[in-house]
């Protein structure tokens, strides 16, 4: 069921939306946190965790992570529509953590694709703001005592290195 972004949408399509929604927003997040376990350095693997448990309406946050590297929120919009917020730390172009912010995005759009879902949902990814400077929300939701979130520390995971493999003859 493709519906038209900008069409009214029924209630029956609300929920199949916002069920698209929250399923690849999960999906998105454990991509990401996935990318920051691969960091050796612990303070950037530091998260932020806020999970509203109360029913969802229009203006609540459903699920939001902060991290010095990255941030990505599941929120409640108008006619009970889901939406997905995101953010990355701004880096050079060959700085140490290009490489992850850049595929962050990557996946972000890949996984919200019109082509890539049942429902389209192209447009629960909220672009009105975007994060830029991670770590300061990090510094700053920490400092006010994290009084909706949760630290959370991601364990570090290595990369399995890639070996090419041989041809036996």
Do not use: W
Not at 37 to 50: D, G, K, S, V, Y
Not at 83 to 107: D, K
């Amino acid at each position: 069921m493709n519906h038209q972004p900008s069409s009214t949408l029924t209630k029956e399509e609300v929920l199949a939306y916002n069920k698209t929604v929250r399923q690849t927003y999960f999906q998105i997040l454990k991509q990401a946190k996935a990318m920051l376990a691969a960091i050796e350095e612990e303070p950037l693997r530091f998260t932020l965790i806020r999970e509203d448990k109360q029913p969802v309406t229009q203006g609540s946050i459903i699920h939001e992570i902060v991290s010095p590297l990255l941030y990505l929120r599941l929120e409640c919009y108008a006619e009970n529509k889901l939406g997905i917020h995101y953010g990355f730390e701004l880096s050079p172009t060959f700085g140490q953590y290009y490489h992850l912010t850049n595929t962050f995005v990557r996946i972000l759009y890949k996984l919200s694709m019109a082509n890539a879902t049942p429902v389209n949902i192209e447009d629960s990814i909220r672009t009105d703001y975007v994060l830029n400077d991670c770590s300061a929300l990090y510094e700053h939701i920490e400092e006010r005592g994290c009084k909706h979130h949760t630290f959370m520390l991601i364990p570090y995971k290595a990369k399995p290195v890639k070996r090419k493999l041989r041809k036996v003859a």
